[in-house]
Structure formats: structure tokens, C-alpha cells
């Protein structure tokens, strides 16, 4: 049986990449529902980039939810120094001809997981949906199988301030909620992320695959890779997201270790840390698997793999 699992994304380039492996890969995953949040883009556009997604991925059977046009308390701070004026620039798609299903993403999210205890949630943006959801019916908690969530890093620091993750800063409240949650929680900070680097001979292979999601999937990424690749130094860009799908896949191919992770939500200064407890100093109760190590090669191989499936 396939894994029910809930996307909440914000697209971007890697949101979108992480939305066509998941659509890939029915056999595994049943993706319910996307919901989306304003993230690196305003909400407008993450709700227009899901439904370009689940077009091009022949999937529209897939409802998208749009949701929160803003952090649960902080305003809202978005990132087209990254992503484009799109979200998705270099995808060279058409605007989508489907709409967004009827209703809130947090009405929904309440609704589906009391209907239907066990699913798992993906989380690939700002916490604001799950956190408003947990605000107003903290018992969901208990319905919820877990959250495999890209956020956070330790070692590797932050990449929003010197100390926070885009996707935790841009909402710490939400985030704090979630995990103090009890649900249990896999988190891929930055420190797995930026080994899951784009080359040329990556995007080649995607588009080498000579379909329409390979052409796309190779022209964001070729936009999304040079500001990483500027601000880091390094050959290629952070492929973030897709990670989380990647390790529902094929969980062999991470490694990490259980830890506490508690969120700064009062210092301005370091606003959104993710502060991990690495070599338990506190003896706290870990609540997340935090994973640092993934299997690079495979990664890709995988997700060359699934999108040369899609049409
Ligand atoms: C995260 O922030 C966004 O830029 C990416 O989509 C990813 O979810 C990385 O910090
Ligand atoms: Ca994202």
C-alpha cells in the first residue's frame, strides 16, 4: 500500500522538483492533497506554481489547497532574490488552466487528518499552515503517522541570518509549535541539503530524458543553482527539498540521529534557529530525527529516475 502523505510547499524551484518525484512515484506514495503557503513567494504564486506542477506531471486527480498568505506572527519575507520574480523561473511553463480546490488549506488539513489518522506530512516551506492547524485543535497531533520536514541547520548555520534557515525564520511561531508537538519528526536542515549539490552533468541528465518535466525540471534548476553557487562558493546549488521526498522513498540512502531540537522565537538576533542537541547536553526527550548524511549520487540517480517516468 501506498504512503498517504499531505505536501505543503511553498514553489520554488526545489518545492517544485520535490512536488514532481512525489507525483512520480504513485507506487510508494499517495500524494492526498498539496496545500501551499506564501514562502519564497507570495501565496498568488505558490498556489499557481503547485497547479503548474500537477499539470505538467499529468496528475490533476492531486487537489491543491491554497492557505496561509502570511506568518502566524512575523511579516512575511520572500525570496525572488533566489527563486525569480515566478517562483519557478527557468520552467518556461504556460500558466495552469486547472484551479485551486475549494476551501483553506488549514480547514482542510483539519478536516483530512481526522478523517483519515495515519497520514504522514511533508512539509517544504514555512511551518504557517501546520502550526494555525495545531494552534486551533492541538489533539490532531495524535492523528498525525509524522512530519518529514526540510528546515534548519546546525553545524552548517543558517542561510537567511547567520543562524536561521529560510524556512524556520520566515515563521518561528509556527515552527515552534510543531515541534513541541509530540508528532513524531524528521527534519533535513541545510547540513544534508547542501550535499545534495546540482552539476552540470545533473541537469544534463534530466534533460537528456527528452520529456517535458525533464526540460523543465533541467531550466529551473540552471536558474536556481547560481545564487547558491555565487553565495557559497560552491559547483552547484542546493537541491533542498526534494530531500524529503527522497528519504520516503528510499530512507537507506540518509543517516542522522535523534535529538531534541527546541526553536529561538524572542532573540532578534538569532530568530529562528534550529537548536539541536547533538551530543545531548540536555537529556532532553529527543522529539526529531535530525539527518546529516545522504547518499548524493543515489539521490539524483533517483530523481532522474522517477521524472524521466512523468510525460
Ligand atoms: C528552503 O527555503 C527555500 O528557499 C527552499 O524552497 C527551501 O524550502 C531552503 O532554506
Ligand atoms: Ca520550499
Avoid at 10 to 23: F, H, M, N, R, S
Wanted: aromatic share 6%.
Amino acid at each position: 500500500m501506498p504512503t498517504p502523505i499531505i505536501i505543503d510547499t511553498d514553489p520554488g524551484q526545489d518545492d517544485a522538483v520535490a512536488l514532481l518525484l512525489a507525483l512520480a512515484s504513485p507506487a510508494e506514495l499517495e500524494v492526498v492533497a498539496i496545500t501551499t503557503v506564501a514562502g519564497n513567494v507570495p501565496l498568488e504564486l505558490t498556489t499557481r506554481n503547485s497547479l503548474m506542477m500537477v499539470e505538467l506531471a499529468g496528475r490533476t486527480d492531486v487537489p491543491v489547497y491554497a492557505g496561509c498568505d502570511q506568518p502566524m506572527v512575523r511579516p512575511l519575507v520572500t525570496a525572488e532574490f533566489v527563486h525569480g520574480k515566478s517562483g519557478i523561473d527557468g520552467s518556461n511553463l504556460p500558466n495552469p488552466t486547472t484551479q485551486p480546490a475549494d476551501g483553506h488549506a488549514v480547514d482542510y488539513l483539519l478536516q483530512a487528518i481526522r478523517q483519515r489518522p495515519g497520514m504522514t506530512l511533508c512539509t517544504l516551506g514555512p511551518l504557517t499552515n501546520v502550526g494555525t492547524a495545531l494552534q486551533r485543535e492541538p489533539g490532531i497531533a495524535e492523528d498525525i503517522e509524522k512530519i518529514v520536514l526540510m528546515g534548519g541547520g546546525f553545524f552548517e548555520g543558517g542561510n537567511t541570518t547567520p543562524a536561521a534557515e529560510f524556512n524556520i525564520y520566515e515563521d518561528p511561531q509556527a515552527a515552534d509549535l510543531v515541534f513541541r508537538s509530540g508528532i513524531p519528526l524528521v527534519m533535513m536542515p541545510l547540513d544534508v541539503t547542501h550535499q545534495a549539490l546540482t552539476s552540470d552533468a545533473r541537469i544534463q541528465a534530466f534533460r537528456d530524458l527528452g520529456n517535458a518535466a525533464g526540460a523543465a525540471t533541467a531550466g529551473m534548476l540552471e536558474f536556481y543553482e547560481r545564487y547558491d553557487m555565487e553565495r557559497y562558493g560552491t559547483l552547484g546549488g542546493p537541491l533542498h527539498d526534494p530531500t524529503v521526498i527522497a528519504y520516503l522513498l528510499e530512507p537507506e540512502m540518509f543517516g542522522g540521529r535523534h535529538c531534541s531540537v527546541e526553536i529561538e522565537t524572542t532573540s532578534e538576533l538569532t530568530m529562528g534557529m534550529t537548536v539541536v542537541d547533538w551530543w545531548d547536553l540536555t537529556e532532553a526527550d529527543p522529539n526529531c530525527l535530525v539527518v546529516n548524511q545522504i547518499d548524493d549520487q543515489g539521490f539524483y540517480t533517483l530523481l532522474t529516475d522517477r521524472i524521466g517516468r512523468l510525460p
